[in-house]
């Protein structure tokens, strides 16, 4: 009697987990050339890891793969000589960012079963010390960066009102004109002169 045939489910494919309701904290080893990025779970299981240069061209590449995840927090390296352009571009995107000292990493990395240097373990290490230490200092826009950046926005919302002005009162003007109200022509200046003199 001939044996069926045995059947493998090694070609299943396995559920994607569901990231909705976990952060997902990404930790960083940053270097000159290049930044290491580990992500892992609430629970410190890596979900993730990336290489990207040390530039702002370089830093699109980790905003993007950071997009899979809907909650992020970004934890880096306290070596602000060299994560400060990193810092700096995760801010203006909107992602939280903690700063993490290096002792601070020391137990996990002591616990790594690689041994020698490694920037997976190191930016791991860094993960998991955000995940495990409480009250790590929160990185903000450099306050001048932040000055700029709100007087721009406050220029922006001027320039804006003073567009929604000048429609009024070209408006206005079409108005009078269909009335056959004459007033004086000479631009801003003369538009201002007439609307303030007694018998405007």
């Not at 004086?184 to 002169?193: E, M, Y």
């Amino acid at each position: 009697m001939e044996a069926c045939p045995r059947t493998h489910r090694s070609d299943a494919i396995a559920p994607q987990p569901d990231w909705s309701h976990q952060l997902i904290v990404i930790g960083v080893d940053a270097h000159k050339s290049t930044h290491t990025l580990v992500a892992v779970d609430d629970i410190g299981r890596q979900v993730g890891q990336r290489t990207v240069k040390a530039t702002t061209e370089g830093h699109l590449p980790a905003i993007e793969w950071a997009a899979q995840w809907p909650q992020v927090q970004f934890a880096l390296d306290d070596c602000r000589h060299v994560t400060r352009r990193l810092e700096s571009d995760l801010l203006r995107r909107g992602y939280a960012v903690v700063r993490v000292k290096t002792q601070l990493m020391a137990v996990h990395r002591r616990s790594a079963r690689q041994p020698g240097k490694s920037d997976p373990i190191d930016a791991q290490a860094v993960a998991m010390a955000a995940l495990r230490e409480e009250n790590l200092p929160i990185a903000q826009l450099d306050g001048p960066t932040r000055e700029v950046k709100l007087l721009s926005d406050h220029r922006r919302n001027l320039v804006c009102e003073r567009t929604k002005l000048i429609n009024r009162l070209r408006w206005h003007l079409h108005e009078l004109e269909t009335l056959n109200l004459s007033f004086p022509c000479g631009g801003s200046g003369g538009i201002a002169s007439w609307m303030s003199s007694p018998n405007g």
